[in-house]
């Protein structure tokens, strides 16, 4: 082994382990189909996987169920980091539980207001990812 081999380390990799550039050429309007059609992923991702999908070989597999509303996701993450409704709920369920939950007016309408922001963050949720709550993420 070489000095350059050496400090590279060219010398600890498998042959073929180093991914090689391609070059293409395209067009503003074939190169604006391609990033329409790639759904907002990295357009070399996206060829890459289009291209070796014919093989049945993909590296990367995008979400599931991709964001369709950023907006609605930040407003049910800013709700759940604001509250205290986990750390509240189960404190609930610890004192259901030992059967030390009084079961007072007050303590109903409590439980009812938590789920009630329960179903409220499901449905911001639910529409920040495109689902309308009929599907099953």
Do not use: W
């Amino acid at each position: 082994m070489d000095v350059s081999e050496e400090r590279s380390g060219a010398g600890n990799k498998p042959p073929g382990a180093t991914a090689k550039p391609f070059s293409i050429r395209l067009t503003e309007a074939e190169r604006r189909a391609l990033a329409e059609r790639s759904g907002g992923r990295p357009l070399g991702a996206f060829l890459r996987d289009l291209i070796l999908a014919a093989d049945g070989k993909t590296h990367r597999r995008s979400s599931p169920v991709p964001v369709k509303d950023h907006q609605s996701l930040a407003r049910v993450l800013a709700a759940l980091g604001q509250s205290r409704l986990a750390n509240n709920l189960n404190q609930i369920a610890k004192a259901a539980n030992i059967g030390a939950l009084p079961v007072t007016p007050e303590t109903e309408s409590e439980i009812v207001e938590a789920c009630a922001a329960v179903v409220s963050m499901r449905q911001h949720l639910l529409r920040a990812l495109g689902l309308s709550g009929d599907e099953t993420p």
